[in-house]
């Protein structure tokens, strides 16, 4: 992309265009100012003042091979020169190395994929699936979570922007306590027994609701935008003995957390489970253009071998799509990217662990590869929140100004009621994790002179 200089005058109708002509989301449409972006490089934004932004959100936890990337512009151009579409009951080569691909990758015994445009229409269809193959109907999901934002993703988890559309939400789905340890909701003492109080919950709440309606349980294979709610040991191997206990379905949302994300290929590895559904999206392109999928066991592929499969998608198996998916997961191995999230995620977490000793406003950091969140408190005994969840604007004051001095600084990242989120693309260095966290300790330091 070309990087000349751009006049006032046309910076000025570009956000003006933007501004006057679309709808941006989660938020009042007046009073915006977004950052003006002009091109991205590795890790940073370029705004058309030719300011530098560090990405330390990955955007919103998807561009994990950095922006920019070659090859995948390479990769979808090729594909563009021999077919940019058929229609998803045709063949194309892109789309069987991809299927593959996902076969070899994927955990367990996971062996097809239907591919769709996105990580909601990925959870969509998975409960599709999980409720014909089951022949059951209820849905177990946690309240801290985040599956998308269609109808039936927004009512399958729990984030209170659901709330304006509640009086039209899906049906049958079950919300469940997160293991959140650091506030946990029976106040127990230590991650272990957080673990043990909070499977036996879901156990109860499936044995209220009769076992036999229940189709299957969606959890994230690692906690994301929800506040990064890091499972306590031996907490994901309890769901899926409970799961086996009732014939129940496990459904893994690795939208965020997988392809390298956590330090392994798919957030759920970290905890040696293998699920029957895999939802998968961002990181499958790294965001370079729209796809998701839900990869499915061998035993419920089968099931529809002489049955009709009703799921259906104009832009299912696109081929472009499919030629960037395919680009991106050789850079992750090439580049040892899957690796070197795990290797950075380490020397992240030392880091905030000096920050703490300097920042009286850290409560907690809960962090798995490069997905993870630093949670400011007003008092480290009280654990009271800088700002409440789902907090109201009026309540945001203190936590506004922690963004704004972040965005001034040069540095672009997800920052949600009390929590400061550090996921940044997997190709970062340690040289850049130490520029990004100098930048959050600038911000913190706001937050720290209300701490009583």
């Not at 540095?411 to 693309?425: D, E, G, K, L, S």
Request: aromatic fraction near 10%; include cysteine.
């Amino acid at each position: 992309m070309s990087e000349k200089t751009v006049s006032q005058q046309e910076k000025e109708i570009i956000a003006k265009n933007n501004l006057d002509y679309t709808l941006f989301s989660w938020s009042k449409q007046s009073g915006l100012n977004p950052i003006n972006i002009h091109h991205a490089r590795g890790v940073y934004l370029y705004d058309y003042d030719g300011k530098k932004y560090l990405d330390f959100s990955s955007q919103l936890m998807n561009v994990n091979i950095g922006h920019g990337h070659p090859e995948v512009r390479e990769a979808v151009v090729k594909q563009m020169n021999e077919v940019s579409y058929v229609y998803p009951g045709m063949i194309t080569k892109t789309r069987g190395d991809l299927g593959k691909k996902l076969a070899e990758i994927t955990p367990g015994n996971l062996i097809k994929t239907f591919f769709t445009l996105g990580g909601a229409e990925a959870v969509e269809n998975a409960v599709k699936i999980a409720r014909i193959y089951s022949g059951r109907f209820k849905i177990i999901t946690q309240y801290q979570s985040f599956h998308g934002a269609s109808y039936g993703a927004f009512s399958a988890g729990g984030d209170p922007r659901r709330h304006a559309v509640d009086s039209q939400a899906a049906p049958n789905f079950i919300h469940v306590e997160n293991p959140y340890c650091y506030r946990c909701p029976w106040g127990s003492k230590t991650p272990g027994e957080c673990s043990d109080i909070c499977s036996a919950h879901v156990e109860r709440v499936i044995r209220y609701e009769n076992p036999d309606s229940v189709a299957a349980i969606v959890f994230e294979g690692e906690s994301g935008s929800s506040g990064c709610i890091k499972y306590p040991p031996g907490y994901w191997q309890k769901i899926k003995g409970i799961a086996d206990k009732y014939g129940i379905l496990i459904i893994a949302d690795e939208v965020m957390s997988g392809f390298g994300r956590t330090g392994k290929m798919f957030g759920i590895e970290n905890y040696g489970v293998e699920p029957d559904i895999l939802c998968m999206a961002k990181g499958l392109t790294s965001g370079y253009i729209p796809m998701g999928g839900i990869v499915v066991s061998e035993k419920i592929a089968k099931y529809f071998d002489d049955r009709p499969l009703p799921l259906g998608l104009t832009y299912s198996a696109h081929p472009v799509a499919c030629a960037a998916a395919n680009a991106v997961i050789d850079i992750y191995e090439k580049e040892g990217l899957v690796e070197n999230a795990a290797l950075m995620g380490k020397y992240l977490e030392g880091r905030v662990e000096e920050l703490k000793k300097k920042h009286v406003s850290i409560g907690d950091f809960r962090n798995t590869g490069l997905l993870g969140c630093i949670e400011l408190v007003k008092n480290r005994d009280t654990k009271e929140p800088m700002a409440p969840w789902n907090a109201k604007p009026e309540q945001m004051k203190i936590m506004s100004q922690v963004a704004a001095r972040i965005r001034e600084l040069g540095m672009y990242t997800f920052v949600r009621w009390n929590w400061i989120f550090t996921a940044p693309p997997l190709c970062i260095t340690k040289d850049q994790i130490d520029e990004g966290l100098h930048i959050i300790s600038q911000a913190i330091a706001i937050a720290d002179d209300y701490c009583y």
